[in-house]
Protein backbone atom coordinates (compact mmCIF):
# COMPACT_ATOMS: atom_id res chain seq x y z
CA UNK A 1 0.00 0.00 0.00
CA UNK A 2 1.23 3.48 -0.79
CA UNK A 3 -0.36 6.86 -0.25
CA UNK A 4 -1.12 8.71 -3.12
CA UNK A 5 0.56 12.57 -3.36
CA UNK A 6 -2.65 13.68 -1.63
CA UNK A 7 -2.98 11.48 1.25
CA UNK A 8 0.63 12.78 2.08
CA UNK A 9 0.06 15.98 1.70
CA UNK A 10 -2.60 15.72 3.72
CA UNK A 11 -0.25 14.45 6.42
CA UNK A 12 1.95 16.96 6.26
CA UNK A 13 -0.56 19.63 6.20
CA UNK A 14 -2.12 18.31 9.34
CA UNK A 15 1.38 17.81 11.20
CA UNK A 16 1.98 21.49 10.61
CA UNK A 17 -1.59 22.81 11.91
CA UNK A 18 -0.36 20.37 15.18
CA UNK A 19 2.45 22.00 15.52
CA UNK A 20 0.33 25.37 15.93
CA UNK A 21 -2.04 24.09 18.71
CA UNK A 22 -5.01 26.66 18.71
CA UNK A 23 -3.75 29.21 15.85
CA UNK A 24 -6.15 29.52 13.02
CA UNK A 25 -3.66 29.28 9.74
CA UNK A 26 -4.42 30.43 6.45
CA UNK A 27 -4.35 27.83 3.14
CA UNK A 28 -1.79 30.10 1.96
CA UNK A 29 0.39 29.82 5.24
CA UNK A 30 0.32 26.33 5.25
CA UNK A 31 1.26 26.23 1.61
CA UNK A 32 4.09 28.40 2.42
CA UNK A 33 4.82 26.20 5.89
CA UNK A 34 5.30 22.97 3.96
CA UNK A 35 5.70 23.33 0.29
CA UNK A 36 2.18 22.13 -0.37
CA UNK A 37 0.90 23.97 -3.61
CA UNK A 38 -1.68 26.46 -2.52
CA UNK A 39 -4.40 25.06 -4.71
CA UNK A 40 -3.62 21.70 -3.39
CA UNK A 41 -3.47 23.34 0.30
CA UNK A 42 -7.15 24.41 -0.19
CA UNK A 43 -8.93 21.56 -2.09
CA UNK A 44 -7.24 19.63 1.38
CA UNK A 45 -8.33 21.59 3.60
CA UNK A 46 -12.05 21.79 3.17
CA UNK A 47 -11.58 17.93 2.39
CA UNK A 48 -9.97 17.94 6.36
CA UNK A 49 -12.68 20.21 7.26
CA UNK A 50 -15.61 18.20 5.73
CA UNK A 51 -13.95 14.91 7.89
CA UNK A 52 -14.08 17.33 10.84
CA UNK A 53 -10.48 17.54 11.08
CA UNK A 54 -9.45 20.90 11.13
CA UNK A 55 -12.11 23.44 12.19
CA UNK A 56 -12.39 26.66 9.18
CA UNK A 57 -13.65 30.33 9.84
CA UNK A 58 -13.92 32.50 7.54
CA UNK A 59 -13.19 36.63 7.38
CA UNK A 60 -10.55 38.22 9.69
CA UNK A 61 -8.66 36.57 12.01
CA UNK A 62 -10.00 33.60 10.21
CA UNK A 63 -8.42 30.34 8.64
CA UNK A 64 -8.26 26.76 9.94
CA UNK A 65 -6.86 24.96 13.28
CA UNK A 66 -7.28 21.06 14.75
CA UNK A 67 -10.72 20.46 15.73
CA UNK A 68 -9.50 18.48 18.43
CA UNK A 69 -6.21 17.80 19.94
CA UNK A 70 -3.46 16.08 18.14
CA UNK A 71 -3.60 12.75 19.65
CA UNK A 72 -7.29 12.24 19.19
CA UNK A 73 -6.79 12.46 14.98
CA UNK A 74 -4.74 9.16 13.73
CA UNK A 75 -3.17 8.63 10.77
CA UNK A 76 -6.05 6.45 9.39
CA UNK A 77 -8.49 9.71 9.76
CA UNK A 78 -6.54 11.76 7.75
CA UNK A 79 -6.17 9.14 4.85
CA UNK A 80 -9.53 8.50 4.68
CA UNK A 81 -10.72 12.14 4.77
CA UNK A 82 -8.90 12.11 1.41
CA UNK A 83 -8.64 8.52 -0.03
CA UNK A 84 -12.08 7.34 1.49
CA UNK A 85 -12.09 3.81 3.71
CA UNK A 86 -8.99 1.71 4.01
CA UNK A 87 -9.63 -1.50 1.71
CA UNK A 88 -6.79 -3.29 0.25
CA UNK A 89 -8.00 -4.64 -2.52
CA UNK A 90 -11.58 -3.87 -4.66
CA UNK A 91 -12.95 -6.40 -3.38
CA UNK A 92 -12.43 -5.76 0.69
CA UNK A 93 -16.03 -4.76 0.67
CA UNK A 94 -17.69 -7.48 -0.24
CA UNK A 95 -19.53 -6.29 -3.20
CA UNK A 96 -18.67 -7.05 -6.64
CA UNK A 97 -15.34 -6.04 -7.80
CA UNK A 98 -14.65 -6.53 -11.83
CA UNK A 99 -12.16 -9.12 -10.96
CA UNK A 100 -12.07 -12.36 -12.90
CA UNK A 101 -11.68 -14.31 -10.12
CA UNK A 102 -15.00 -12.66 -8.25
CA UNK A 103 -17.25 -15.60 -7.94
CA UNK A 104 -14.28 -18.26 -7.04
CA UNK A 105 -11.92 -16.54 -5.10
CA UNK A 106 -11.25 -18.28 -1.89
CA UNK A 107 -9.15 -15.23 0.07
CA UNK A 108 -12.39 -12.57 -0.67
CA UNK A 109 -14.08 -13.35 2.31
CA UNK A 110 -10.95 -12.58 4.00
CA UNK A 111 -9.99 -9.44 2.52
CA UNK A 112 -12.30 -7.37 4.82
CA UNK A 113 -10.19 -8.58 7.69
CA UNK A 114 -6.70 -7.14 6.48
CA UNK A 115 -8.29 -4.23 5.61
CA UNK A 116 -9.45 -3.57 9.27
CA UNK A 117 -5.88 -5.23 10.70
CA UNK A 118 -4.40 -2.20 8.06
CA UNK A 119 -6.78 0.60 9.29
CA UNK A 120 -5.97 -0.46 12.90
CA UNK A 121 -2.51 -0.04 12.25
CA UNK A 122 -2.90 3.26 10.80
CA UNK A 123 -5.18 4.26 13.79
CA UNK A 124 -2.72 3.44 16.07
CA UNK A 125 -0.47 6.19 15.00
CA UNK A 126 -1.34 9.49 16.12
CA UNK A 127 -1.38 13.09 15.04
CA UNK A 128 0.55 13.88 18.24
CA UNK A 129 3.46 11.51 16.96
CA UNK A 130 3.51 12.60 13.54
CA UNK A 131 4.33 16.30 14.51
CA UNK A 132 6.77 15.33 17.09
Do not use: F, N, W
Request: net charge neutral; charged share 20%.
Amino acid sequence: MRLTHLADYAVVMMTAAARAPGERLSAAAIAERTGVPLPTAQKLMQALARADLLDGQRGAGGGYRLSRPAPDISLADIIEAVEGPIAMTQCADGGPSGCALDTTCRVKPHMGIVGQKVRGALQDVTLEELSL
